[in-house]
C-alpha cells in the first residue's frame, strides 16, 4: 500500500497525463487516421464475391484444402486432385467440407438441430 506522500505524487502525475482534448461522442464522425489505417490493412483488398466456401472446386487456387470444426475443433485436410476427383470439378467446396466433416463427425445427440460439426473454411 502506498504512503499518502506517494499517492499525492501519483495523483499529481495523472493530472498531468490528462489528454488535452475529450474523446469522440458516440455519434460523432471518425478521425481520417481511422479510415485510412482500414484502407492500408492488407485485408481491406479482399475482392466482393464469393466465399471460399461458396466457391467451385475447380476455381479454388489453394492445393491443399482445410475444413475445420468450431464446435469440436477437429480440423481435415484433402488435396483439391483427390477432392475433385472424389465429388467432381463443379462440386462446391462447402458441400465437400460438410461432407468430410460429417463422415468422422464424434458430436452426435441424435438431435437433427446439434447434430454435426460446424464448418470454418480456411
Known sequence: M???????KMAVAVGRSVPTKPGLAPDDDLPQEYWQALLDDPRAEARPGPSGGALPLSQIPQHILRVGCRRCGRVVEIQKVDATRLYGPDARWKSVGQ?????TCRER???HEEDGCW???D
Open 2 to 8: 502506498p504512503t499518502p506522500k506517494q499517492m499525492e
Open 99 to 103: 461432407r468430410l466433416l460429417d463422415n
Open 119 to 121: 464448418p470454418t473454411f
Open 109 to 111: 445427440t441424435g438431435r
